[in-house]
């Protein structure tokens, strides 16, 4: 099944339960939350006062993206404000296996992630220890980049790989997605579609379902 999972990095923070609503309105099951730390990326977004915030207007799958260093300290915390997945960075972890068990023993789904520089081979001895990978098509900190085309590569590569051991794992992509190129992205094997500017930038309802349109 495809997912849409918009990024709230560029949600309108003035008028935060609007865009709620209206992604809901359209349909979005997904909400894709960005939390950066200052320290593994050169930018701050927010934490879990905000994500505890968000998650008293909707229900929908909250899918935490920490671009932190070190997140085992806080995995904790961001179940308790309302977590459903914690994706982790391969490169933000000194011990990754400790980090995806403290990441299970709360109960929410485990996602990985992995920057453009890293070598797609770092992640094959986990597809089948986690429940998605996330393909970062941008380096990580900010919102509006432009899509790396070697994440087609990467994708293709984690999906083979997927085929033999975990059938079920969920291919994410993130950074610079846009209905010109979605396309390209799921035909290599994503099926989790992050967007931000695309989405929040006019109509979200509309952008939303020309999104659906190119997913189906």
């Known amino acids: ?32 939350l960005d939390v950066m730390d200052g320290n593994f ?37 961001f179940k ?3 977590a459903d997945m914690i994706t982790v960075h391969y490169e933000a972890c000194e011990d990754l296996d400790a980090t995806l068990a403290a990441i299970k023993k709360q109960g929410v789904k485990t996602g990985l992630a992995i920057s453009p520089d890293t070598p797609v081979e770092a992640v094959k001895d986990y597809v089948d220890k986690v429940d998605m990978i996330l393909v970062m098509s941008v380096y990580p900190g900010f919102g509006g980049q432009k899509f790396m085309p070697l994440a087609v590569e990467r994708i293709k590569t984690i999906k083979k790989w997927a085929v033999d051991c975990n059938p079920k794992l969920n291919i994410q992509v993130d950074g610079g997605i846009n209905l010109d190129n979605v396309s390209d992205v799921l035909e290599a094997g994503a099926n989790v579609i992050v967007a931000g500017s695309a989405v929040f930038g006019g109509d979200i309802e509309t952008n939303v379902k020309a999104f659906f349109s190119k997913m189906k």
Do not use: Q
């Open 1 to 32: 099944m495809n997912i849409l999972s918009p990024s709230l990095l560029s949600v309108n923070f003035n008028n935060i339960e609007a865009d709620a609503k209206a992604l809901d309105m359209a349909g979005v099951e997904w909400y894709h």
């Open 41 to 77: 990326v050169p930018n701050i977004s927010f934490g879990p006062p905000v994500i505890e915030c968000i998650r008293k207007i909707t229900d929908r799958f909250f899918d935490v993206h920490l671009m932190i260093e070190e997140p085992i300290r806080y995995v904790e915390v």
């Open 80 to 82: 308790k404000v309302g």
